[in-house]
């Protein structure tokens, strides 16, 4: 059974600072993994997926990076802004369960202005 | 990108009502969509499968005459709750992958909110 972790689940930072969330997981079999953004009361905003045969992705200010052999996956948020306050998710497809995902339980992230 | 909706945002119902929330892709055909839970300041957890033209697949725990789910079509998806009651008070929201399993984007509703009185 695949679990997904992150931490820390919470983490705040003065505007400016580079931010790190942390993703591990259990079972190296995964597809992919796929980083989110969820604001208070929202759905799940897709940020970035990383295939398996891949190491990382960069969006703008975001970089994922992907080690599945150490089961991680690392998300770098640079130059912190208020708006980038929320909680973030990764979660991965095990390759046996198709597009089931399982879930960390999220990394709340606070920028203070 | 992508989209996908979902309808109601939010409900509010008395206990022993039944609910039905709308999943939809709104530009993209999807043969799974996928619902999922998610409590107060918790992760999301998967209830089932919807699989267009047959039956959902229902996670361990989670019982398939309490929550009904129809793929109605390669847009559309129901979950309806049967009889709420307020334990069954959170936050529903759906996926739906683009493409085949396990390699592509899932995208996301906005949510329902569903409060049982």
């Known amino acids: 059974k695949q679990e997904v972790t992150q931490i820390p689940a919470a983490l705040s930072v003065p505007e400016g600072e580079n931010l790190v969330l942390n993703c591990s997981f259990t079972?190296?079999?995964?597809?992919?993994l796929q980083w989110f953004r969820q604001d208070p009361g929202k759905g799940l905003t897709s940020l970035l997926l990383?295939?398996?045969?891949?190491r990382e992705q960069t969006s703008g200010r975001l970089n994922a990076s992907l080690d599945k052999s150490s089961g991680r996956s690392t998300l770098y948020i640079a130059a912190s802004q208020p708006g980038d306050s929320a909680t973030y998710l990764c979660?991965?497809?095990?390759?046996?369960?198709?597009?089931?995902?399982?879930f960390g339980g999220g990394t709340r992230v606070l920028v203070k202005p | 990108g992508a989209v996908v909706s979902q309808h109601p945002s939010r409900v509010i119902c008395k206990s022993g009502t039944s609910v039905k929330i709308e999943c939809r892709s709104l530009?993209?055909?999807?043969?799974?969509m996928f619902w999922y839970r998610q409590f107060p300041k918790k992760s999301l957890m998967l209830m089932a499968t919807?699989?267009?033209?047959?039956?959902?697949?229902?996670e361990q725990g989670v019982e398939k005459d309490k929550f009904l789910i129809n793929h109605a079509s390669l847009t559309l998806s129901t979950l309806t709750v049967t009889s709420a009651h307020p334990e069954d008070s959170s936050f529903y929201i759906c996926?739906?992958?683009?493409?085949?399993?396990?390699?592509?984007?899932?995208?996301f509703g906005p949510g329902t909110r569903l409060t049982v009185l």
């Open positions: 530009d993209f055909q999807a043969t799974t």
């Open positions: 979660a991965v497809p095990l390759k046996a369960a198709g597009n089931k995902l399982t």
């Open positions: 990383i295939q398996s045969s891949q």
């Open positions: 996926s739906a992958p683009l493409g085949g399993a396990g390699t592509d984007t899932q995208y």
């Open positions: 079972d190296s079999a995964i597809y992919n």
């Open positions: 919807s699989n267009e033209g047959s039956k959902a697949t229902y």
